[in-house]
């Protein structure tokens, strides 16, 4: 019987021998014992000395901008050994402590590039001669997608995984009717790069399914900005530029619901800021209903002013019958032009 243990021992280290190096064969044979789960610690003193973390290339990025973080849970897989695979959560010092290895720190790595340092610290440590490393973020520890600004429901949402801006913007409940013309994305892995959606892009739809968003990004939803219409309007005020799409002077109108039949439509005007100080652009509203002349494109802090014809008001008020007789209709109609 132990002579077949010793032949079996024997084939097994031949095998491992073409695989790893002689320190490894010993460090794996303390693992099977079990050994070495007990002891890892005092296998990681003996080892070399772990030296800082390896400088990450830009040709060792990856194009995954999500970065490993403290307090994430990270799991390890080594191919084809178990014994070395785990499963931890970075610390608050940024290191995940991994059997055999000990403290190695991966905070602020992508899960590609904690695989090659895995890597190369086994190779360095001769615990393995061709090791294959698969990380894998497993919780975030800021899995909430923060959503500022214009949302119907502002907060923090748990969305674990990359996620669309569709996807963000509906767990929130979708944008408010005062949802201006850019949404800003800051991504965790990345704050420096700002992400900037433009709303009013005729592909909008598809940007929104296409653009990627992460755990621990914040996506904020600008406010429309305004314009005011005043005069002889049903109802004057101040409205949005929504998503910002383009609106012409007949739209505002419409949003203000409309013209009053006592408007001077010859007076109307548009006043303007500009660098040169505030302009007035005149306008007949007639004139662009009935396409005599361009409609006119409305711009933020526009003032769109629609005065009011006193003379269709004494018409209307002192000669009430006058619409009702041919020589009223004549007299209002050559008072009006």
Same mark, same amino acid.
């Given at each position: ?46 080892? $070399?000395?772990?030296?800082? $973390? ?22 390890? &897989? ?45 190779? &360095? ?52 009717? &005062? ?20 709303? #009013?892009?005729?592909?909008? #739809? ?36 929504? =998503? ?42 007639? =004139? ?36 009702? #007789? ?5 007299? &209002? ?5």
């Amino acid at each position: 019987m132990s002579h077949k243990n010793v032949s079996a021992n024997t084939v097994v280290s031949s095998y491992l021998s073409g695989l790893c190096s002689p320190r490894a064969i010993h460090i794996y044979t303390l693992l099977c014992l079990g050994f070495a789960l007990p002891a890892s610690l005092a296998i990681a003193q003996t080892a $070399p000395a772990l030296a800082e $973390p390896t400088t990450v290339t830009p040709e060792l990025a990856d194009a995954h901008p999500l970065r490993i973080g403290k307090g994430d849970v990270v799991s390890v &897989t080594v191919f084809d050994t178990p014994s070395l695979s785990f499963q931890d959560r970075v610390d608050e010092a940024g290191f995940l402590r991994a059997p055999v290895l000990g403290a190695v720190q991966i905070a602020g790595l992508n899960t590609q590039q904690a695989s090659r340092l895995f890597e190369e610290k086994l190779r &360095t440590s001769e615990i393995m001669l061709k090791p294959n490393v698969t990380v894998q973020d497993t919780e975030y520890a800021t899995q909430g997608v923060v959503l500022l600004g214009q949302i119907k429901s502002p907060g923090t949402y748990n969305l674990p995984g990359p996620h669309s801006l569709y996807d963000a913007l509906s767990a929130a409940g979708g944008v408010t009717d &005062t949802a201006g013309p850019r949404i800003t994305i800051t991504h965790r892995g990345d704050p420096e790069q700002l992400d900037v959606i433009d709303v #009013s892009s005729p592909n909008y #739809s598809a940007i929104q399914r296409s653009t990627r968003i992460f755990p621990g990004d914040t996506v904020f939803v600008s406010k429309a900005e305004v314009f005011y219409v005043i005069g002889d309007v049903g109802h004057p005020g101040s409205f949005y530029i929504q =998503n910002g799409k383009p609106l012409s002077v007949l739209n505002a109108i419409a949003l203000a619901s409309g013209d009053n039949d006592t408007a001077k439509y010859s007076a109307a005007s548009i006043k303007r800021k500009t660098s040169a100080g505030v302009v007035s652009i005149p306008f007949n509203l007639k =004139n662009i209903k009935k396409g005599k002349e361009t409609d006119i494109a409305v711009l933020p802090e526009d003032i769109i002013i629609l005065p009011r014809s006193e003379l269709k008001v004494a018409l209307t008020t002192i000669l009430p019958g006058a619409a009702n #007789s041919a020589i009223g209709t004549g007299v &209002t109609a050559a008072v009006i032009r």
